[in-house]
């Protein structure tokens, strides 16, 4: 196993969205630095109402991944197949971008350990589900700095409850999505990227900014 990097902004520049995960475990030390980042968000502590379930049983994500692909392939892919690319996204990308939520939908059981973020004692409801994104945002830059793959992904309302049962959720704990983590297979070469003067909208900022070089 490749020895974990702190150096984060190196890690985003040579490391691709991972999906292909070793079965090899994430230890208990590496896991906690993932969840401590999620906890030292403004909306991951505790006296907001979110709790992390961490997820290393098989057959509860088995169990879970059945309704997660009936979900995805009932109710998502159709409205992805038939609306198309979106303004400005070519045909191409817009395979490549269904192939890989059809992937993640087939292999989401495979990774090594889920962290699933919900709410609890019904302090913090589904409309309020933005609050927790600085926190899953958090682990997600603390998986890539380790050296860890990960995969931020919803759960689809249609089998919500379902998925809910499966994992033990008592009635008044609600999802809010699945963040599967693991140690990506291979090697990742740097990250293709397009310049900066043709992904960044000149008026995100106001129209006196411009991309310099």
């Given amino acids: 196993m490749d020895q974990p ?9 040579t490391t691709r969205s991972m999906r292909r995960l070793k079965p090899d475990p994430v230890p208990d030390a590496v896991l906690a630095q993932v969840l401590e980042a999620g906890t030292c968000a403004p909306s991951g502590g505790n006296m907001q109402g979110w709790r992390f379930l961490v997820i290393r049983d098989q057959g509860i994500k088995d169990a879970v991944a059945h309704w997660y692909r009936r979900g995805w392939h009932e109710a998502v892919a159709p409205r992805y197949r038939s609306g198309g690319p979106a303004p400005g996204q070519t ?8 192939a890989a939520a059809e992937h993640l939908a087939d292999h989401i059981h495979e990774a090594p350990v889920w962290i699933v973020p919900c709410s609890v004692g019904g302090t913090t409801t589904r409309t309020a589900g933005a609050s ?5 945002q958090n682990m997600l830059l603390a998986c890539r700095a ?3 793959g990960a995969t931020l992904t919803t759960l689809y309302l249609l089998h919500e409850k379902e998925a809910e049962a499966a994992m033990g959720l008592p009635a008044e704990a609600h999802s809010f999505a699945i963040l599967p983590i693991g140690w ?4 990742f070469g740097p990250v293709r990227r ?5 992904v960044v909208f000149a008026d995100h900022w106001g129209a006196a900014w411009r991309p310099q070089g």
């Fill in 5 to 13: 990097t702190a150096d984060l902004f190196d890690t985003m520049r």
């Fill in 91 to 98: 045909q191409e990308q817009f395979d490549r971008l269904l």
């Fill in 132 to 136: 927790i994104y600085p926190a899953v």
């Fill in 146 to 148: 380790l050296g860890l």
């Fill in 184 to 187: 990506p297979r291979g090697k």
């Fill in 194 to 198: 397009a310049p900066l003067e043709q």
